[in-house]
């Protein structure tokens, strides 16, 4: 009764303070003073656009995008070397694993587990730090000669992830927009940052899939995996492009990045 006394006051500060109470979508509140776009005293927040950017990214209501908008690049930089991008991880790995164990695994060696590598298992944050964090267009050249240093750090949760996922029994297949010439420095940066175990790395081979989206060659490959016998049971990654299309199976996990936007 006391607290709500208190709410009830401070609202009545509030409101008194900041005369009207007018929400941007037209409605006027007069007990609870929520303003999406303000601070307590009515002052704009600049950040809360940019996280409804990200909000609209992640849930794909945003997409084909090229760059993160200009304004949003401190929030974007500050969301991801900050604690918010690891928390986000989490919650999606700790689903994954939660729907993992709930399982009953057959047991054959048939049961997969999907990862994709970049930004769901290796991050490319030491490179993206160093160009805007997705505010540069993007250079195909300088991004290359980062990835072949080989020296990408895990994700951690991600890697968390996949331990948990080994031990319950489950075969993981790595399947990446990487192309075949990147095979080796992948497998080995893989290797070196503790994913030693996996069934196959399935990179782009160029031949196949030269001009195809990243959609239809994972749809593909998976497609390809479950006609061998293999049972797709999860499948995690940072793009739409890896959970949507066809043969995606029994469940699927996003990861976040507002960094870019792989069809
Ligand atoms: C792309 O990166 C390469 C290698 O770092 C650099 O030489 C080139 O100038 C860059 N291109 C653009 C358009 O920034
Ligand atoms: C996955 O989906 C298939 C096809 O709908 C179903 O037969 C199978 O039982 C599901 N497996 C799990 C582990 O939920
Ligand atoms: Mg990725």
Redesign the pocket.
Known sequence: MKLVALVFSLCTIIISCHGSLELEHGLSFSIFPLRLKSGLGGHYIPETSCSSWRLGVEAHNIIEWTSIPQECVDYVGNYLLGKQYREDSKAVTEEAYKYAQS?NLVGDGKDIWVFDIDETSLSNLPYYAQHGFGVEKYNATAFNEWVDLGTAPPLPESLKLYRRLLRLGFNIVFLTGRPDSQKDITLKNLKNVGFTTFHTLIVKESAEYNGKTALTYKSSERKKLEEKGY?I?GNIGDQWSDILGTNT??RTFKLPDPMYYIS
């Open positions: 399982l049972r049971v199976r029994n």
